[in-house]
């Protein structure tokens, strides 16, 4: 099966807010680097949100100041704190983790399993 497990998903207002969560109970997170991508129908899979290997956060144009990132390799979780959703951030969202000192897929689909090690994703639907 899958290594990830994302939860946190739903139906919400604009300007709303949703925490996904991410966690494994036989993947360890110690020494990979976290994050969480997205795709929407008829779109490409977009990361959304990374944490590298010194610490730093990355975060998509579209998200930046309303999501934030955070990993927690003790209790196996990684959240992404979604506020201010807009029906854009409509999409089923991905949590990923790589060996690498940071996330680099990019491609059409997701997941893609050649990439990074993936959950099987979790619907967000933002309404206006």
């Known amino acids: 099966g899958v290594p990830l497990v994302e939860s946190g998903g739903g139906s919400v207002q604009a300007g709303g807010s949703l925490t996904l969560s991410c966690t494994s109970s036989?993947?360890?997170?110690?020494?990979?680097?976290m994050g969480w991508y997205r795709q929407a129908p008829g779109h490409e899979c977009e990361l959304v949100s990374r944490i590298s290997g010194d610490g730093s956060m990355a975060f998509a144009d579209s998200v930046k100041g309303r999501f934030t990132i955070s990993q927690d390799n003790a209790k196996k979780t990684a959240t992404l704190q979604m506020n201010s959703l807009t029906p854009e951030d409509t999409a089923k969202y991905y949590c990923?983790?790589?060996?690498?000192?940071?996330?680099?897929?990019?491609?059409?689909?997701?997941?893609?399993?050649?990439?990074?090690?993936w959950g099987q994703g979790t619907q967000v639907t933002v309404s206006s």
């Open positions: 036989e993947f360890t997170f110690d020494g990979r680097r």
């Open positions: 990923a983790a790589t060996n690498e000192p940071h996330l680099n897929y990019i491609g059409s689909e997701c997941p893609n399993w050649d990439f990074a090690y």
